[in-house]
Structures are given as structure tokens and as C-alpha cells.
């Protein structure tokens, strides 16, 4: 049973109808439907006495979909509701996956006495595709009654998404609703009450209350989306702040790169080469130490602002100019004087490329850093040397002689200089406010200064602000994974690299795609980061960690030696604290740099300069900090928020789950008497919303439920649950899996519900077979059954997870019981590269969503493969090398089965292979 509410009257016979009730016969009982009816006979009674109180209109289900919605759909008008696709699949009478590959689902709404087949060639359908877990686009197709198509494409607004647009924050109907309120907005409270999925007068007055809530919110909405007059954007086209970004530009004139610079293929090529993502890396493991918590303001839009890259946007066009000299000379400088970076008009001369010759530079390389995981992960490291140059941005070369004290070798380079300005440009109005001309001003700064003056009066719209100028830096670099159903053919360019290839996923570049911006920007991220490690090394201090715009300095009131390993340990390490004075001295010395109308480029995180803070670290992405009395103040969630843990509330102010900040103060505290939080025993499990038919997890659902009714079956936006098998076991089992069954073909699903006391059981399938597994503990388990880790053996080796990306204190490879100050690890690239796409598909990136067990990355071939061949050289190097495979293995990482591979000549991983080279050629 749905209630819904026009928003736009209309009338019929002169009676007008504003709401409406409609249901489902085959789904409800006869007392539920006489409980529906006498509601609505109660309004037509009420009615009949004051004209002023409306009627309800009672519909079928169908009656609905052919009488109210597709006429309106027809018509173009706006089809409006709260995470729609979920809507959408009660109305339909069938989901399938949709024909076209570049599709997600197709919504049939017929009768369900058509089979599948008839259905597909004489219905009227929504597709759906579903970009990620937020953000799906919507249409019409099929026949609609008598007519041979639909004339219009259908208009569908997911309030959901809009919200996401105007605030970059993922709500819930009342959750938005209550934000709303707090800003003045006149929207009604979502009744607290857990649907029975009975009709009774409970539930149909909370059904009623959800649509005012609904309404309400579309309002509000509305009227923050109006604020952005200036702008030619629908709000149904409105799906993350980059569309805002994207419509303030457009909004300006400014036409897309694409159709005014005219960038061979190749300098795009050797762009795409030089972009890496963020710089994440935690230096000091495993040790507690004091912090100043650093920040740099909008990182990418600063770094947009230093090296003039508006101008890039509004030129008239691009010219690359050679500059293999003048790149030297530059390098030069710097190494003879860092301290020039500090001046802001320098950075105008780093917007370029190279190609260098490696020899112990230190650059952000992509690379599988652990043996045992197919992750492509991006460290800054030392590359020692390479069997084939490599084209690198200009400021990821500037931050190697920062750091080295040394310029990388040139071989070749060029700089990309704007020319003129584009015709057709003309200023917009932010916001309705500040008039920005896209000539003489700068949207970007416009952005940062805007959010500043807005922070003590709307800390909303400051945010929104911020999130909008940072969002700004991806469309550059945007593409998405399209699947395809036949491989095409396409032209590969990649730095020095060029090659046809097939490939059945096709990267489909965005509107503003144009990589020689965006891996400028990222470039110049890394150097606001490089010149900060250099000025803490400078001062003779280090950091615990660094991630993406923050750094973590290790430092005290007072300069200080703080010891890293146990009392008790034979080898004492230390390192310097330095003192916050100097930390401050180094915050100041950052505003030369500062492209702003006010202070603060580098920020202090809390209050970290005034009080005692603490910094507690174990891989990338993976810290916390915490005061003296081990209250956290700032958690991350990297490696636990997959996990849904019923009833942990969301804790705005940290922004994770409460048990999140739990499990590191638990880590912190590493008290072993410790009473066990309430959820350390619920199985460890991921809830998985399924917004996608196009994994194998869909397929198994499909076939188990096809015998059934529409109504009865698993739909498209329904959560299913997914347990994390134990794979380390106990003195009695191996691990949670059944005999036979190994990680790689064995994962389950079951049903959604949200108490834990009920997720052992028989009701699991595994998806790679189809067949029925019981989820057990592990204490009981038997061969055919499974059983999970639980949250408490979670929490155990969340701190163990290792940090891949660098080495040991000791020069060897991190393991995860690894303590103390880590190094850089040292990479020598052997062979040739691999060639991939810029990006996982899309969708694996939420947390929620299925293909999350099947991320595609996207990776181009020149007829090879991803494994080799050991051939007779290295395998004789291995036979000759003296050392033990068990030694070998030690100090490359390798399990020891991989390393008595490589002694054998048998096939291994190409990585693999390459990490026993550089240890074997090693004096």
C-alpha cells in the first residue's frame, strides 16, 4: 500500500482531488482492503460536510500507473518522490535487467499475468541506470496502451540525489527533513514508527505524514536550488555538486575542452601518464605519539589559484611549448634554493610535463605493493631505476628535488601555455549574490572566499560551498566504465606508449574531460604536501601520517625525543617532537602562498596547537587522534566502514558510526581487561543495496526466485546481507569456510533484516553455485556449513593491517605486527607498464553496492598477459643467490610457494617477479 499526493490539484467532475490512496489487491488481504476503504469513505463523509476538506481518490495499483502516472510521464511532467528507484520497483509488475548493456534496469509496469517475454515486447517500461550508489538516471520506452512509443522521455526527480546536489551529504527522508527545519524551512516531522507491512490506521497515517514530508522537503529543496538563478540546469538534472560546478561554467560561456583545444591524442596521452590520485601514507606505525594536526584550505582549488589554471579553462586555446631546458634550469633552481617555491608566481612555470630517466627520484607510483591483493595502490616513493622512461607533471618533479635535494634527469619536456580568451564569455551571479566575470574574476576563488564570509552564518552553505570548488577539479578527469557487447576497437595513448587494442569497456570521458589539467592538479596537491614534509624535516622533526590535504606533525609544547618502540625492547627508537612554536612558525611561513583575501592556507586541526593531542597510526587511510584522556577527536573509518552494525548511531561531529570511534578507542587503550562492547559478537557483515543487475549476485536472485510472483520477489533497491567469512579458524578449523570452498568461489547473501540475534542460520546461498549454506559460529561449525568473523576479531586485526607501501625500520618488507618509524620503499619498474583506465568502475566505490565484489578495473593490452614467465636468467639468480626461499620470501614479501615457484621456472605474477629482481640485483 502506497499514499500519494499530487502536488500540482487537478479536477474531475468539478471535485477536487489532492491526494490519493492506491494498492494493491493480490498483496493485501480483504480486511486490510475494508481498512483502506473506510479511511477513504471517512474524508468523502468529511468532505460532504465542509467543502473546504479535500476527497481521497482510491486506486488500484494498475489503475494508478495507467490513469495517473504514465499520462503525467507521458506529458513530461515531473515525477517527484525520495530514492525513486526504490518507487519505482513497487509499481512495476516486472525487473529485469535491462537489454541494452549501458543499462542497469528495466521497470515493466503491465499486468503480471504476461510472461517475461511478452512483457518485454509489449509493455510500457522505466529504465533505470544506476551511475553509482547514489545517482541513477531515468527514462521512458515501450508502447504505452495503444500508442507505438512514448513522446516524451519521461522526467523523473529523486529528491535524494538533489539533496546530494545542494549539500554533498547522504540523507535519509528525515534526517533531510530536519535539517531543513533548522534552517527555516517549513517542512513536517517523519513520525517515528517500524512499518509492519500491515495495513492499518497506524500505517496509513504514516504513509500519509512520509508524503507531506516528501513534499515539504521538495519545497525547501526547490528553494535552495533557486538561489542558483544564474544557472541552466534542471533540478532532475541535478546529481552531485560537480553538476552545479559544471552548470556555473557552462552557466559563464565556457565551452568544454573538447570542442575548443585542439590536444593530439598523444599529449593527452602523456597527461593521462602523469595523473595520480591523493598522497595517503602513514609514517610511524603502531606507536602513540603527539600531534599538531594540519590542514591545507581547499587544497585543489588553491592549487588551481597558484598555478593560474583558470586561465586554462577560459583560454582560447592551448599551445604546447618545448621546454626541455627551461624545465632543467627550473629544477635547478630549486634544488640550489627550495625556498623558492614559496613564490607564488613561480608556480605558473610548473604547468608541464616531462620525460626523466629514473635514478632514485621520489615519485608517487602506482603499483601492487602487497602480493596477496590485485589493489593497484599509489605510494610516493623512490624509484630507483626503470627499463623504459616515464613522463611525469612538472610539480611531482619539483617535489622530488624538494626532497631529495637532487633534480630528476630531463630527457625531454614541454609546457602548456594559454592563449587568448574564449569568445562568448560573460559574467553569472553566484548564488543570486556575487556577480563573478569569468574574464577579470575566478570561480574557483570566488567559491573559497564566498564559503569563509558564510561560515558563521550558514555553516551549510559553507560547506556546500567548499564541496562545490573542490568537486570543481574532478570533472577534468571524468570518465566512466561503459561495458559494451561486442569489443571495439580502440587507439591507446600512454605517455611514450601508443597501440590498438579490443576491449568490450569503454571509458566514456565527461563533457570537461582534459587531463592536462587534472593531473596538474593532483600534481600540485602532492607538492603542497612535499614542501610541508621538507619545512618538518628542515625543523628536524617527521610526521605520523598524511592524507590527501592534512599532515600529521609530530610535536610537543616543547621540542622534545619521544620513544616509538616498547621499554622493554633491546633496540630503543626515537624521534623528534618538535615544538609547537615551530610548528606555528612553519604554519606562517605557508601564507606567502596564500592566493586569498584572508589568512589560514594552512590550517590547525583541533585546536591542536593549544591542547594536547595524540596521533595513533597503522596503514593509509587508517589513524586516529585522541586527547590526553583518550577521548577521540578525529577517527577514520578505512577498513571498517563496509560494515553495518544495527543501532550505532551516526556521530556527526567525528563523522563515523559510533562503533567506529569504540573500536579505536579500544585500540588506543590496548587494555586487555577491557569489557567486550555489546556488538563484539555479531557476525561481521556488509548490507548491500542491489542497484545493479549486471553482477553475478543478481543472477543467482534471478533463478532463485523465478518461479515466483512479482510481488513476492527480492527487488531492485532491496538490501541483502553478506557475511565476512572467517578465513584464520581455531585450533579446531582451518577457517569458516566448507570443505572445499575457497575464498575465490564462495560468497554469501541472504535476505536483509536488521537483527543481528537472527543472522545464523540456514538461509544463505552462495553465489557462485546457487546451493543453500547455514551460517554457524565458528566453536560449532561442521564441513558443510560457513562461519564469519565476528566484529570482535575485526577490531583484532584491524591494527594489523600493514602498510604495504613503505618498509620496515629495518629496510625490510611491513608485516603487520611492524613498529616504529617506516621508509620509503624503493621500486624499480622492470618491463613494460600497464596500461589501465582511471578508475575501478564507479559503483564499487560505494560501500552499499554489489559490484563492490566485482570491481572492474579497466586495464588495455598490447597482446600480453598479467602474468610471466620466470625465465632461465632470473631463475638462475635464484639458484645461485645462496639465501633461503624462506629468507628470499622474507625480504621481498612473497609467501615462500611463490618464491619456490620462481626457483622451479614455474609460472608467476608479473609483480611478484619484478620484486625478486630488485632484491636479487642488489649488491
Not at 140 to 164: C, E, I, N, Q, T
Not at 420 to 441: C, F, S, V
Not at 826 to 842: F, L, M, P, Q
Request: proline share 5%; net charge positive.
Amino acid at each position: 500500500m502506497v499514499c500519494q499526493e499530487h502536488l500540482e490539484a487537478s479536477e474531475d467532475n468539478d471535485c477536487r482531488w489532492e491526494e490519493g490512496i492506491f494498492y494493491d489487491p493480490e498483496e493485501i488481504t480483504s480486511s486490510e482492503t475494508r481498512q483502506i476503504r473506510k479511511f477513504v469513505d471517512h474524508h468523502w463523509a468529511e468532505a460532504a460536510k465542509d467543502v473546504s476538506h479535500h476527497r481521497v481518490l482510491l486506486l488500484t495499483k494498475q489503475e494508478f500507473v495507467e490513469q495517473v502516472l504514465f499520462p503525467h510521464a507521458e506529458a513530461g511532467s515531473l515525477i517527484v518522490g525520495f530514492n525513486l528507484p526504490f518507487d519505482l520497483s513497487r509499481l512495476a509488475s516486472a525487473a529485469l535487467p535491462a537489454t541494452r548493456v549501458d543499462e542497469d534496469w528495466s521497470l515493466v509496469l503491465n499486468n503480471e499475468s504476461l510472461n517475461p517475454d511478452a512483457l518485454m515486447k509489449s509493455s510500457f517500461r522505466i529504465k533505470i541506470d544506476r551511475k553509482d550508489g547514489r545517482i541513477a538516471f531515468f527514462g521512458l520506452s515501450g508502447a504505452f496502451v495503444h500508442k507505438d512509443k512514448f513522446s516524451s522521455k519521461g522526467r523523473f526527480l529523486d529528491l535524494f540525489a538533489l539533496a546530494w546536489a545542494l549539500t554533498n551529504t547522504s540523507y535519509k527522508l528525515g534526517s533531510l527533513a530536519k535539517d531543513l527545519r533548522k534552517r527555516g524551512y517549513k517542512v513536517p516531522r517523519k513520525l517515528e514508527h517500524e512499518p509492519t507491512g500491515r495495513v492499518t490506521p497506524k500505517e496509513i497515517a504514516y504513509c500519509r505524514q512520509d508524503v507531506r514530508v516528501t513534499a515539504g522537503v521538495l519545497n525547501a529543496l526547490r528553494a535552495e536550488f533557486d538561489l542558483h538563478r544564474d544557472i541552466n540546469l534542471n533540478p532532475d538534472n541535478a546529481m552531485s555538486p560537480a553538476s552545479m560546478f559544471k552548470a556555473y561554467l557552462s552557466g559563464m560561456g565556457i565551452l568544454f575542452p573538447s570542442k575548443k583545444f585542439r590536444l593530439s591524442p598523444r599529449i593527452q596521452g602523456i597527461a593521462a601518464q602523469g595523473y595520480y590520485g591523493g598522497r595517503s601514507e602513514v609514517r610511524i606505525r603502531h606507536a602513540a605519539v603527539p600531534v599538531v594536526h594540519t590542514d591545507y584550505l581547499s587544497e585543489y582549488p588553491t592549487v588551481i589559484l597558484l598555478m593560474g589554471l583558470w586561465d586554462f579553462l577560459t583560454a582560447r586555446s592551448l599551445r604546447i611549448r618545448p621546454a626541455t631546458r627551461g624545465v632543467r634550469a627550473l629544477l635547478d633552481k630549486i634544488v640550489s634554493k627550495p625556498d623558492r617555491v614559496f613564490e607564488p608566481k613561480l608556480w605558473e612555470e610548473f604547468t608541464g610535463y616531462a620525460l626523466i630517466e629514473p635514478n632514485d627520484d621520489i615519485l608517487p607510483i602506482r603499483t601492487e605493493y602487497n602480493e596477496n591483493s590485485n589493489e593497484n595502490n599509489i605510494g610516493v616513493n623512490i624509484l630507483e631505476k626503470s627499463d623504459y622512461p616515464i613522463w611525469f607533471a612538472i610539480p611531482d618533479l619539483v617535489a622530488s628535488a624538494l626532497l631529495t635535494g637532487k633534480a630528476p634527469k630531463i630527457l625531454k619536456a614541454f609546457q602548456v601555455i594559454p592563449e587568448g580568451k574564449q569568445q562568448g564569455l560573460h559574467p553569472i551571479a553566484l548564488r543570486g549574490k556575487e556577480t563573478i566575470d569569468p574574464i577579470t574574476g575566478n570561480l574557483f576563488r570566488s567559491l573559497i572566499e564566498a564559503k569563509e564570509r558564510e561560515k558563521k552564518r550558514d555553516a551549510n552553505q559553507a560547506y556546500f560551498l567548499k564541496i562545490m570548488a573542490n568537486a570543481g577539479y574532478g570533472i577534468f578527469i571524468e570518465t566512466t566504465p561503459k561495458r559494451v557487447a561486442e569489443a571495439q576497437k580502440i587507439d591507446v595513448f600512454a605517455g611514450e606508449r601508443e597501440f590498438s587494442t579490443r576491449s568490450t569497456i569503454i571509458e566514456e570521458k565527461g563533457k570537461f574531460y582534459c587531463p592536462v589539467i587534472s593531473s596538474l592538479i593532483t600534481a600540485g596537491g602532492r607538492l603542497l604536501l612535499a614542501l610541508l614534509e621538507r619545512e618538518v624535516r628542515e625543523a628536524g622533526g617527521t610526521y605520523l601520517f598524511c592524507d590527501t590535504d592534512s599532515m600529521a606533525i609530530v610535536a610537543d609544547k616543547t621540542s622534545r625525543m619521544v620513544r616509538l618502540s616498547d621499554p622493554e625492547a633491546h633496540a630503543q627508537q626515537k624521534v623528534k617532537a618538535i615544538s609547537r612554536k615551530q610548528v606555528k612558525a612553519i604554519v606562517a611561513k605557508f601564507e606567502r602562498l596564500n592566493p586569498y583575501g584572508f589568512q589560514g592556507l594552512l590550517k590547525v586541526e583541533h585546536k591542536s596547537l593549544s591542547r594536547q593531542v595524540y596521533g595513533f597510526g597503522v596503514s593509509a587511510k587508517r589513524y586516529c587522534l585522541f586527547d590526553d584522556r583518550y577521548r577521540i577527536v578525529h577517527a577514520s573509518s578505512h577498513g571498517l566502514g563496509h560494515l553495518y552494525v544495527p543501532d550505532s548511531k551516526w556521530i556527526k561531529k567525528l563523522e563515523v558510526r559510533e562503533w567506529v570511534k569504540e573500536t579505536w578507542e579500544r585500540i588506543i587503550r590496548n587494555d586487555p581487561g577491557a569489557q567486550p562492547r555489546p556488538w563484539f559478537s555479531h557476525p561481521a557483515m556488509m548490507r548491500i543495496g542491489m542497484t545493479t543487475p549486471k553482477v553475478r549476485v543478481w543472477k543467482v536472485i534471478e533463478e532463485q526466485q523465478k518461479h515466483l510472483p512479482y510481488r513476492k520477489q527480492f527487488k531492485p533497491s532491496n538490501f541483502f546481507l553478506s557475511p565476512i567469512i572467517d578465513k584464520v579458524g581455531d585450533e579446531k578449523h582451518e577457517d569458516g569456510f566448507p570443505t572445499r570452498s575457497k575464498d575465490k568461489d564462495f560468497l554469501l547473501i541472504a535476505p536483509f533484516n536488521s537483527h543481528s540475534k537472527t543472522w545464523y542460520g540456514p538461509h544463505y546461498i552462495n553465489v557462485h553455485d546457487g546451493k543453500r549454506v547455514r551460517l554457524v559460529r565458528l566453536a560449532g561449525k561442521t564441513s558443510s556449513e560457513a562461519s564469519p568473523q565476528t566484529l570482535e576479531h575485526v577490531v583484532r586485526i584491524h591494527q594489523l593491517h600493514a602498510e604495504s607501501k613503505s618498509l620496515a625500520p629495518d629496510g625490510t618488507p611491513c608485516i603487520p605486527l611492524t613498529r616504529g618509524l617506516l621508509q620509503r620503499n624503493r621500486i624499480t619498474a622492470v618491463g613494460k607498464s600497464r596500461t589501465i583506465g582511471k578508475e575501478t568502475d564507479r559503483k564499487s566505490e560505494q560501500e552499499e553496492d554489489p559490484s563492490i565484489f566485482e570491481p572492474t578495473l579497466v586495464e588495455y593490452r598490447e597482446n600480453e598477459t598479467a602474468r610471466v614467465t620466470t625465465d632461465t636468467k632470473l631463475q638462475t639468480m635464484i639458484l645461485n643467490d645462496g639465501r633461503s626461499v624462506r629468507e628470499l620470501a622474507n625480504r621481498t614479501g612473497l609467501n615462500p610457494s611463490t618464491v619456490q615457484g620462481a626457483r622451479s621456472g614455474k609460472r608467476i605474477r608479473k609483480s611478484n617477479a619484478i620484486k625478486l629482481w630488485n632484491l636479487l640485483k642488489k649488491p
